[in-house]
């Protein structure tokens, strides 16, 4: 009798071990956090509960094809990249993988997940034929950054460009002003522009007519 105890407490004592290593059956454990680290996303998320693991670095592959690329910044934000067009993001961005593609999601303060269906090159070349401008370069200070946006009595996560542009103060003083376009993130569809109170003042130089 002694023995047969002595052999169910080993027994235990082994199963315990090999399920310590492999991880609960809910897909959690140390070989599920390996997996997250690494960019690895599996199964379906539950609704109402966030979508996909949190981003890290690296880089990964759109819906489009395109590689996306996602860095750290010093003041904790992220960076998105893709064709050399990048935008600072300070949201909590979260990543499901579909059929080997990347979908990226964050969750508005209202509690909806929104997914970011919009990469940082087409918003913005969206925000720059609205604003009538050539380029988002250092030059015009152009600054791009995906943040959540209030829309009436709505929140959406949008790209944000902020840029000077040169312009002429009651048609005779040369200066720059500064000019804002949001562009939605699930849509595509500019949501806003903005311009310094005097901008009907001033006389606009439209660098799209100069192509």
């Known amino acids: 009798m002694k023995k047969v105890m002595l052999f169910l407490i080993i027994g235990m004592f082994m199963i315990s071990l090999a399920y310590a290593q492999v991880g609960p059956a809910d897909g959690t454990g140390s ?11 599996e199964g379906s998320p539950t609704a109402g509960e966030g979508i996909g693991a949190k981003i890290m ?18 003041n ?4 998105l990249r893709v064709n050399n067009i990048s935008a600072d993001c300070s949201l909590n961005l979260t990543h499901e ?10 969750k508005l303060s209202n509690g909806q997940n929104a997914e970011v269906k919009v990469m940082p090159d087409t918003a913005s070349e969206t925000a720059l034929q609205k604003l009538r401008l050539n380029v988002c370069s250092e030059e015009n200070e152009c600054q791009i950054e995906l943040k959540e946006v209030a829309q009436g009595n709505q929140v959406k996560v949008a790209y ?8 002429k103060f009651l048609g005779m003083f040369q200066t720059r002003m500064n000019v804002q376009a949001q562009v ?6 500019v949501i806003r522009t903005k311009k310094p109170w005097w901008a009907f003042l001033a006389s606009e130089e439209d660098e799209l007519e100069e192509e």
């Open 184 to 189: 939605d993130a699930e849509t595509g569809e």
């Open 76 to 79: 904790n934000k992220l960076q």
């Open 97 to 106: 993988m579909v059929q080997n593609r990347t979908k990226l999601y964050t």
């Open 31 to 41: 070989e599920h956090d390996k997996m997250v680290v690494a960019g690895v996303q």
């Open 57 to 74: 670095t690296g880089n990964y592959v759109g819906e489009g094809r395109q590689q996306i690329i996602i860095q750290k910044q010093l």
């Open 160 to 167: 944000e460009m902020n840029i000077q542009k040169q312009s």
